[in-house]
Nanobody, 125 residues
Framework: VQLQASGGGLVQSGGSLRLSCTSSLRAWNTYTIGWFRQSPGKEREFVAAISWRQDNATYSDSAKGRFSVSRDIAKNTVDLQMSSLNTEDTGIYYC???????????????????WGQGTQVTVSS
């Protein structure tokens, strides 16, 4: 496994979770890392992404103001801090890496070619 998402779990509505994506790949800090989620009965959708530049991140409309994506260079992780969770945030969360390094934070699934195993997030009402 080259990418691994972790940190999912069961949380009540209004609660918070912090997901982490780790990689064994060399130079992965030069690649944009995206977070996507797949909710039951829905297609996988973009949530957030951060480029190799730690100050360049983008979010879906539903994630703006509630989620924050960041890189921890020392730990070699990309973290997704999720707050004010609601039941619509339930799903399997995946992290993914772009095909090429030094890109902007893309929002399309097609721009990511390496996917990790997902982590389940369940938000109860």
């Amino acid at each position: 496994v080259q990418l691994q998402a972790s940190g999912g779990g069961l949380v009540q509505s209004g609660g918070s979770l912090r997901l982490s994506c780790t990689s064994s790949l060399r130079a992965w800090n030069t690649y944009t890392i995206g977070w996507f989620r797949q909710s039951p009965g829905k297609e996988r959708e973009f949530v957030a992404a951060i480029s190799w530049r730690q100050d360049n991140a983008t979010y879906s409309d539903s994630a703006k103001g509630r989620f924050s994506v960041s890189r921890d260079i020392a730990k070699n992780t990309v973290d997704l801090q999720m707050s004010s969770l609601n039941t619509e945030d339930t799903g399997i969360y995946y992290c993914a890496q772009t095909r090429a390094p030094y890109t902007i934070p893309f929002i399309r699934r097609e721009d990511y070619h390496l996917w990790g195993q997902g982590t389940q997030v369940t938000v109860s009402s």
